[in-house]
């Protein structure tokens, strides 16, 4: 078995009850490291294409990395996986919190549902046995009365749950999977897949010992990393991610008014900043041994949940300026809404802002929505998601996301609908990051910034932009694979991408020596990033997505250039960026497909069939 | 002539403890870096700089009354 994993990966057919176990076998551990890299593998040889997202053939997983859970630094992360609703893409999602860790200390390094249970259920991990659980009294309550519920259950201590709220039972397409009560698994739409499957938790219970080659070296290389934390870490560790937001406002990173904006729009940027909400942060807390900590429990407050967690930057941009709101307590209380009801805070924003443009817009009135919409308005943001939460009213046109929105709506509303193929837009501009152009688009998750690109996440010491400016195109694709490869790495084997960023990445290397016992080079594990993200890519050609003919809101490529502001005369030229990442990648121009060659190179020929 | 300079995050750190802002004295046609050297800000160190919600950059001119704000360039979350 291979060392860094418990050993078990769990398939559960929900229609039928039948639960069955398979080990972790060892090259597939070598070739797709762990984490979304096997569950990609495996939903590509399992799934047949078409499945409907929502359907008893798409197959929800839930995946660990080798370093999870182990005392390498930021490993407390778990990715969520499956056929996307919003997109019908490849889709995962990835989360902090404690849950991740307490899978693998439960038995399990990959769960993977299919089928659709007749009546609502839970599962259970419990120390290597697994058991389906009646969780009918369960549904219709939020994210963190089931938590309470769930941990109350089977003991506070060695218990953690992941789990859907209302909105996930409601199959809203932007509903997320939640653990800890305010970590969320949030985009592409996995929400709505646990819920169409009837599926509302996973409990993980147990306290067993991840298997490492060297522990005790573990630990002691673990001792050597601390202090060399960053200053990106340590801006974390003080802000959390708050710490950028006036930063990126003035910038030109953050969208103002619906992508329509500009910072000079946005004056009062402090207000939601950095320092504004560490002011209403009671304590602060981090994920399961982490040496940034970067999350924060928030003080009582008008209208807040008893447990009130801080806005991350996203939330701040995208309940803030893309609606010109500059209420710190409107997006506390937005973002308490999303954590209860579990929902994705990035898409929910959008959803907010595209219904405000609508209004104003005339698209939208009073007889539809109930009371007026008008920018820089935070209780009506307020009312609007209890509203998408409940799907009740004007909340049941904008809760599938704003590009069914827009299909329902018309009038032209599409202009107003800022999406990469159905996902919304997070809250990081590809006029200020050219390179996010190329990863909205080209990533097997549309409109993830939690990808890599040159010039976004690069990591610390492992590689440098060397183009004469960030719009050129000139050797762009190498160094994009370069950089989207190495965060597939980091996603796979469980490592938090603040840490990714906070410590020189030898730590990944050698933290996967000491763990797992093998020693990657990093070109072996650069080819493992690329294949891993290659084969999300099939997934999608499999789907018939080319990703070349996927819409995507041209506000956000500058086109039309806008007239002011820091991004004030930008137009990406998407074109020249992606057709050098395409050369680079041997990639067809027009279909997108990798040649035979690259395929047989990343060892992938034989498993998606020549061209 | 009197700039007003708030950092925000790390370089906080060239504050007295206890203060969010100082106030430095600049000779006329000081520029946004002038104003930085006179906190202490190293000229290796990398900020992002904003008068009034508006983006500076290290050769602007600053003004008497100047409220200048610098934070941190570091993208992400």
Known sequence: ?611 | MNVIIEPIGPLRRHLEEGHKSATVTLPDGATVTDALSALGVSEDAQWNASIEGQLVYGDAEVSDGDHLLVFSPIEGG
């Open chain 1, 1 to 611: 078995m291979a060392n860094g994993f418990m050993g078990r990966i769990l398939s559960i057919d929900l229609t039928n009850g039948s639960l069955t176990e398979q080990p972790v076998d060892d090259s597939l551990a070598h070739d797709y490291l762990g984490g979304y890299g096997i569950g990609t593998k495996i939903l590509y040889e399992r799934m047949k294409p078409g499945a409907d997202p929502l359907g008893p053939d798409n197959i929800l997983g839930f995946t660990s990395g080798p370093l999870t859970g182990t005392p390498a630094l930021t490993s407390g992360r778990y990715t969520v996986v499956g056929k996307s609703p919003l997109t019908g893409t490849w889709g995962d999602a990835s989360s902090g919190g404690d849950f991740g860790p307490f899978m693998k200390f439960a038995g399990y390094d990959f769960v993977f549902f299919t089928g659709v249970s007749e009546k609502p259920v839970y599962l259970l991990l419990d120390e290597g046995k697994a058991s389906l659980h009646n969780a009918a009294y369960l549904w219709g309550k939020d994210t963190q009365d089931t938590d309470d519920i769930l941990r109350e259950e089977y003991g506070k201590r060695y218990t953690r749950v992941s789990c859907i709220g209302p909105a996930g039972e409601m199959q809203s397409l932007m509903a997320c999977v939640m653990n800890d009560k305010g970590r969320a698994a949030g985009r592409s739409g996995l929400g709505a897949v646990m819920g169409s499957k009837n599926l509302k938790a996973i409990v993980a219970r147990g306290k067993l010992k991840v298997p490492m080659h060297d522990e005790k070296e573990a630990a002691l290389l673990r001792r050597r990393w601390i202090p060399r934390l960053n200053e990106a870490g340590n801006l974390f560790h003080d802000y959390g991610t708050a710490g950028i937001t006036e930063g990126a406002i003035l910038t030109g990173d953050s969208p103002v008014k619906n992508w329509s904006g500009s910072a000079v729009d946005f004056p009062t940027a402090i207000n939601i900043g950095g320092d504004e909400v560490i002011s209403e942060q009671a304590k602060r807390y981090g994920c399961w041994r982490c040496t940034i900590s970067c999350g924060g429990h928030m003080k009582p407050g008008a209208g807040r949940l008893k447990e009130s967690h801080k806005p991350e930057y996203e939330t701040l941009t995208m309940a803030g300026t893309d609606i010109l709101n500059d209420d710190l307590n409107s997006i506390i209380r937005f973002n308490d809404i999303c954590n209860a009801y579990g929902l994705d805070t990035i898409s929910t924003g959008a959803a907010a802002a595209f219904a405000v443009e609508c209004f104003q817009n005339e698209i939208l009135s009073v007889d539809d929505v109930g009371f007026e919409l008008k920018w820089s308005d935070g209780d009506a943001v307020v009312a609007l998601t209890e509203l998408i939460a409940k799907r009740e009213g004007i909340g049941a046109l904008l809760a599938d996301g704003v590009k069914v929105a827009a299909e329902k709506l018309a009038q032209g509303s599409e202009e107003f609908a800022v999406h990469a193929g159905g996902q919304e837009l997070p809250a990081h501009d590809p006029k200020f990051v050219p390179a996010l152009a190329v990863t909205y688009r080209m990533d097997g998750t549309p409109g993830r910034h939690t990808q890599g690109g040159v010039g976004w996440i690069m990591g610390d010491g492992y590689m440098e932009d060397t183009r004469s400016d960030k719009f050129s195109a000139e050797g762009f694709g190498e160094l994009h694979n370069k950089a989207a490869s190495m965060v597939h790495v980091a996603n796979a084997t469980g490592i938090c991408l603040f840490g990714f960023n906070a410590y020189n990445i030898d730590f990944i290397t050698q933290f996967l020596e000491i763990v797992t016992g093998h020693g990657y080079t990093m070109e072996e594990l650069e080819l493992a990033g690329e294949r891993i993200g290659t084969l999300r890519h099939m997934f999608n050609l499999r789907e018939g997505l080319n990703p070349l003919e996927m819409e995507f809101n041209p506000r956000a490529l500058g086109k039309p250039a806008q007239t002011e502001g820091p991004n004030a005369g930008v137009t990406i030229d998407d074109d020249a960026l992606i057709g050098d990442y395409l050369r680079a990648m041997d990639w067809d121009p027009v279909t997108t497909r990798p040649s035979d060659a690259k395929l047989e190179k990343l060892g992938l020929r034989e498993l998606v069939g020549a061209s």
